[in-house]
């Protein structure tokens, strides 16, 4: 697993997180946070934007799909040297009262586990939010952070109370 504070150049890092938090974004309803299992609860729900789904992906699972505004991304892509993209899309968690810890899982379905792919969770704002690992190793949500890791280790996130959202954007590639 590796940390890198101050990911982006600041002026990149300022035009993309302008851009994924401004008023015209487009965010999607969804009814799970992580996948579907027997623990949702009523607030088990997030906001997202599909910028990449490979082919089999949902909610894509016929073709791939690449969003035009995907090229928000490509400083985020060339530092990660990304050269097959899985998935790549952005979840906003609203804020809530008490902070909610949702399920360990990894991004990419059964069966696909033994893909053998990186994931990096980049950090679009700062929050009382945070990434938590199997080992017990948090990430806390600080604005232009990411961490990158082995897409076969399962993880989780949370909300956050003290900010309107919890914004990250999630790449699964090779």
């Given at each position: ?113 033994d ?16 990434t ?41 590639y090779?």
């Amino acid at each position: 697993m590796k940390v890198i504070n101050d990911f982006l150049p600041e002026h990149q890092f300022k035009g993309l997180q302008s851009y994924v938090m401004g008023e015209f974004f487009p965010w999607w309803y969804n009814t799970e946070v992580d996948f579907p299992n027997d623990n949702s609860y009523l607030d088990d729900y997030q906001f997202t934007h599909v910028f990449y789904a490979d082919k089999g992906i949902e909610p894509f699972p016929e073709e791939e799909s690449k969003y035009p505004d995907a090229v928000i991304l490509d400083p985020i892509s060339a530092l990660l040297k990304i050269n097959k993209p899985k998935r790549i899309k952005a979840n906003l968690l609203p804020r809530t009262e008490n902070r909610i810890i949702f399920n360990f899982h990894n991004d990419i379905k059964e069966k696909d586990t033994d893909y053998p792919g990186q994931t990096a969770i980049f950090y679009v704002n700062t929050n009382d939010g945070y990434t938590e690992f199997e080992d017990g190793t948090r990430v806390e949500s600080v604005a232009n952070k990411i961490v990158i890791f082995d897409s076969k280790i399962k993880h989780r996130g949370t909300t956050c109370t003290n900010q309107k959202t919890r914004v990250v954007i999630n790449l699964n590639y090779v």
